[in-house]
């Protein structure tokens, strides 16, 4: 049977607060990524992101250009509420299959996980879309198999590849070294480059 992933499974997820993933802070992979970003006029999109820090650690870091994207109007009403001056119109409330524009980074967290496996080859083929040429995929991924009932939906670097290298030259897709601890071992730290 498939399960249902739908909008309303998500928001009935916050509403009752069963929220495993959520860490109240940017996962270190992603601060450090930022860290190191220098373009701060950089288009950046965040998918999937839930309640957001990375997103307001982003914008606090001055990327201005950066938007937050969710199915789910809850988080997103989270983080207007932290963050007030963030504009609306960089506030996606829209299913990421139907996202329309054009990224130079896209920040992967617990997003990928979080979808059906049989959207697995289109979430690469939408990223293609809407990341432009040359413009970067990057973040985590879980890179194994668990054994309990998903979300989230582990997976392995072999079958990653096949979704993304048409797509995408792959700069890194390596065992990440800085993890927070309950995760460590378990993620990818991946940097794609839009062919
Ligand atoms: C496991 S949560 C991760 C949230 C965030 N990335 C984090 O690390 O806290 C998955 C998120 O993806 C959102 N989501 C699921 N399917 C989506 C879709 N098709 N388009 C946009 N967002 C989606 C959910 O509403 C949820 O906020």
């Given at each position: 049977?498939?399960?249902?992933?739908?909008?309303?499974?998500?928001?009935?997820?916050?509403?009752?607060?069963?929220?495993?993933?959520?860490?109240?802070?940017?996962?270190?992979?992603?601060?450090?990524?930022?860290?190191?970003?220098?373009?701060?006029?950089?288009?950046?999109?965040?998918?999937?992101?839930?309640?957001?820090?990375?997103?307001?650690?982003?914008?606090?870091?001055?990327?201005?250009?950066?938007?937050?994207?969710?199915?789910?109007?809850?988080?997103?009403?989270?983080?207007?509420?932290?963050?007030?001056?963030?504009?609306?119109?960089?506030?996606?409330?829209?299913?990421?299959?139907?996202?329309?524009?054009?990224?130079?980074?896209?920040?992967?967290?617990?997003?990928f996980?979080?979808?059906?496996?049989?959207?697995r080859q289109?979430y690469a083929?939408?990223?293609?879309?809407?990341?432009?040429?040359?413009?970067?995929?990057?973040?985590?991924l879980f890179g194994?198999?668990?054994?309990?009932?998903?979300?989230?939906?582990g997976g392995t670097k072999q079958e990653y590849l096949k979704y993304f290298e048409?797509?995408f030259?792959i700069?890194?897709m390596?065992?990440?070294?800085?993890?927070?601890?309950?995760?460590?071992?378990?993620?990818l730290?991946i940097?794609l480059?839009?062919?």
């Amino acid at each position: 049977m498939t399960q249902d992933l739908s909008k309303k499974f998500w928001t009935q997820r916050y509403e009752e607060g069963i929220t495993g993933w959520d860490i109240g802070y940017p996962s270190t992979p992603l601060k450090e990524y930022i860290d190191q970003l220098t373009n701060k006029e950089a288009k950046i999109l965040v998918p999937g992101a839930g309640n957001a820090y990375e997103v307001e650690y982003l914008w606090n870091q001055g990327f201005k250009n950066v938007s937050v994207l969710d199915i789910s109007s809850l988080p997103l009403e989270n983080f207007k509420k932290r963050n007030p001056t963030f504009p609306n119109d960089q506030m996606l409330l829209i299913d990421f299959f139907e996202l329309e524009g054009s990224f130079d980074l896209v920040l992967e967290q617990t997003f990928f996980c979080a979808i059906d496996r049989d959207l697995r080859q289109q979430y690469a083929q939408k990223m293609h879309e809407v990341i432009r040429s040359g413009g970067i995929l990057a973040g985590v991924l879980f890179g194994k198999e668990f054994d309990q009932q998903g979300p989230p939906f582990g997976g392995t670097k072999q079958e990653y590849l096949k979704y993304f290298e048409p797509y995408f030259e792959i700069k890194h897709m390596d065992l990440c070294t800085n993890s927070i601890p309950p995760r460590a071992g378990n993620e990818l730290f991946i940097e794609l480059i839009r062919k």
